[in-house]
Every structure is written in structure tokens, then in C-alpha cells.
């Protein structure tokens, strides 16, 4: 495969914080990532460090083989990082249908398409952005990022405060993204039981660095390891999010 994006001994943080020590990573084209780990163990910094956003101290980073750690944010979601942050970003004085046509991109994701994947958008095309529910404003973010045409997704706890029916529907809206569409994805996530089962690799970290890296699946089958860095006790196999029964399982 491909390789989209690569981070090699990336020294990276806030100010004169340091949060991200000699952290190196690779995500091929196509491939959905799970970054996994406790509280304030550098998730959201990674996320932010790819995108632009921390106080870069040393190391590389390149997106489709360039070298992206000097250049700015907003041209680094003009070279293809479609990011969604956890405070969603969204325009809350605009409507959705404004939100989304604001910021698209020409490609295969038009403002229509995302409408497709999220009927309660395409419902609520009017409203303002300060009208939406949270789970919907978490939607209209996703949407945001995908009528970007974006070469990798970058999400950060997309799930996070959600009631269990949004969740659903999110979960079967990555799922569509990352294996029928083909989308990279690097997904933040609490609940490890929620996204491993829709992603191919994932990664832990503890204190800025990488203390597992493998398949998703074999993550998903290993409790102890599962049990050691996350906290995540063993319950079984989850049902699969195609699955009607599924309720988005937590930890």
C-alpha cells in the first residue's frame, strides 16, 4: 500500500511543554487508524500536532511524501486533512446547508452527498447551527470535514456525550466512510470497543509515546492488553454495527 502520512520522531506540545516525545507513525492510503488511550496521555496533541495546531519541536511529518511540520493549518486542509475537532468548529450563526456550501471543495463529496449519509441534516438544511441538537452538530461537523474532499479524516472523540441512537448512526457514518468509500482515517476514540471493529490498526499511547501498535483485530481479542492501557475489562465480542441490534457498546 501506499503511504499517505508519516510522522517520524515528532517532539511536539504547548508552549514550552513538551506532550509528544520521538513519536513516529505511518498510515497508509485507505487505512482507518484507532488512537487509543487513557485521559492525557497526547491523543487530542497528536491529532492537533498533525494538523497543525501545537508548538512543533522537532521531527518530520509528511502527507502524500511532503514535508508538512512548517506549514500553516489551514493550507496543511488544502493538501487533504479534513480534520473535526472535539469543540465540533462549526458556524452556529449559519444554517447547515450555509455551514456545509462555506467550505466545499470540488470532488466526489458534495454537500448532497453528505445529506445522503445523515437524513437529519438534510431534515434540518435551514436551521442555524445553534438550532442543532449536540449529536447533530457532531453530524454537520463530520459533514464539514467531508465536503472538504479530504485525503485523511482526522477525528477527535467523535462519540463523546452522545446518546446511544446518534452513536449508531455515527458509527454506521465511519463505518461507510473508512471501508466502503476507502477513506484514511485516524479516529480518537474512549471507547475501544466502539471503533476497533471498523478500523484496521491501532495504536495506544502512554505520556506522549506509542506503548502498542498492531491490528485492530487482534486488540480487539486481546483483553489483557486491552485491560493494562485503556482499563477495559473483557465483555465478550460486540455485535457488529450493521447489526440492528447494536447499541454501541461502551467499555
Not at 471501508?179 to 475501544?192: F, L, T
Amino acid at each position: 500500500m501506499t503511504e499517505l502520512l508519516a510522522l517520524d520522531t515528532v517532539v511536539s506540545g504547548y508552549g514550552e511543554a513538551i506532550v509528544l516525545n520521538r513519536l513516529s507513525l505511518r498510515l497508509d492510503q485507505g487505512q482507518a487508524l484507532a488512537l487509543l488511550g487513557r485521559n492525557g496521555t497526547g491523543k487530542t496533541t497528536l491529532i492537533e500536532t498533525i494538523a497543525g495546531l501545537t508548538t512543533f519541536k522537532s521531527g518530520t511529518i509528511r502527507l502524500a511524501g511532503r514535508d508538512i511540520q512548517a506549514v500553516r493549518p489551514e493550507r496543511r486542509a488544502a493538501l487533504g486533512l479534513g480534520w473535526v475537532p472535539q469543540e465540533r468548529g462549526i458556524f452556529k450563526s449559519l444554517t447547515v446547508e450555509e455551514n456545509l456550501t462555506a467550505v466545499a471543495t470540488p470532488g466526489a463529496w458534495a454537500p448532497e452527498r453528505v445529506f445522503t449519509m445523515f437524513p437529519r441534516l438534510k431534515e434540518r438544511r435551514d436551521n442555524l447551527g445553534n438550532q442543532l441538537s449536540g449529536g447533530e452538530q457532531q453530524m454537520l461537523a463530520v459533514a464539514r470535514a467531508l465536503v472538504l474532499n479530504p485525503k485523511i479524516l482526522l477525528l477527535d472523540e467523535p462519540l463523546e456525550g452522545l446518546a446511544p441512537i446518534i452513536v449508531d448512526e455515527l458509527l454506521a457514518a465511519i463505518r461507510r466512510i473508512v471501508r466502503d468509500e476507502g477513506m484514511a482515517a485516524i479516529v480518537v476514540e474512549q471507547k475501544a470497543r466502539k471503533i476497533l471493529p471498523l478500523t484496521d490498526r491501532a495504536i495506544i499511547l502512554d505520556r506522549g509515546a506509542v506503548v502498542w501498535e498492531g491490528a485492530s483485530e487482534a486488540l480487539l481479542a486481546d483483553a489483557a492488553a486491552l485491560d493494562r492501557h485503556l482499563g477495559v475489562a473483557d465483555r465478550g465480542t460486540p455485535k457488529s454495527p450493521e447489526t440492528p441490534e447494536f447499541k454501541g457498546e461502551t467499555p
